[in-house]
């Protein structure tokens, strides 16, 4: 076939296949990576083309999946070349193509997360777990993690080689009387909520630059709007956690 054949040809648009549900109703205090919060678990719910058995067939062989998924809350892309990654501190740029930043032409973002279970009702879904990215993204592609030749052992990442340090889970404190509040309000999933706010205060979701002591952070998770304050010798303080909705 003759390359003037293959130019002619227009890209394909996407369409979603699925959606995310998450416990993450806005971006901040998302995870910055898959994998980070272990606790973090979500649901990808097939559009009802796609919602048939044989999408999935052989897929409980996996441990592990990929998520081809857009960043649905972004404002269209501005064009900027370069970006400012938090593991740089947020002071030093990069390429945007040399970053894992959302701040992209297409906005794709790319999640490894651990498949838990294939669910067949009331609809196809796939549970999964370790995920970063916020409630209702569009998941516009699903393919099995492949070990042997997507871990390298001679990778580099120069700069971003390891997993970002996470505090001690001793160092995110949660007063006893907000744990009480969270376990008396929701007893079916208060622990596992709780859980989830622990795990995720073990890392920062303010920008890198940012260690005042006296700024409230706050971010909406699993139905609740926790705010917490940072401490000196790397903790953190829950300051409040409210039932989103609640009169």
């Not at 919602?51 to 064009?79: K, M, P």
């Not at 999640?111 to 998941?139: C, F, H, N, Q």
């Not at 997993?163 to 208060?190: D, F, K």
Request: charged residues 20%.
């Amino acid at each position: 076939m003759s390359a003037n054949v293959h130019s002619s040809r227009k890209p394909q648009p996407l369409r979603p296949v699925a959606t995310l549900r998450t416990p993450f109703l806005e971006k901040f205090g998302v995870p910055r990576q898959s994998g980070l919060v272990p606790e973090a678990e979500g649901l990808v719910v097939f559009a009802p083309e796609f919602a048939r058995n044989e999408f999935v067939r052989g897929l409980e062989a996996f441990s592990h999946i990929w998520l081809i998924t857009q960043f649905h809350h972004n404002d269209t892309w501005a064009g900027a070349a370069t970006v400012r990654p938090p593991r740089l501190g947020g002071n030093e740029r990069v390429g945007v193509f040399a970053s894992r930043s959302p701040n992209r032409p297409n906005g794709l973002g790319l999640s490894l997360v651990r498949l838990i279970a294939v669910e067949k009702s009331p609809t196809l879904m796939l549970r999964v777990a370790g995920i970063d990215a916020v409630d209702g993204t569009p998941v516009f592609d699903v393919k099995p993690y492949l070990p042997w030749c997507e871990a390298p052992v001679e990778a580099r990442a120069d700069w971003a080689q390891a997993a970002p340090a996470a505090r001690a889970a001793e160092n995110v404190i949660i007063p006893p009387e907000l744990s009480l509040h969270v376990l008396n309000t929701t007893p079916e999933n208060g622990s596992a909520t709780l859980a989830l706010v622990r795990q995720l205060l073990q890392h920062n979701h303010q920008p890198a630059y940012q260690h005042d002591t006296s700024r409230l952070y706050g971010m909406s998770v699993a139905g609740w709007n926790v705010r917490w304050r940072l401490l000196e010798g790397d903790r953190v303080e829950v300051c409040a956690l409210e039932r989103l909705g609640a009169p």
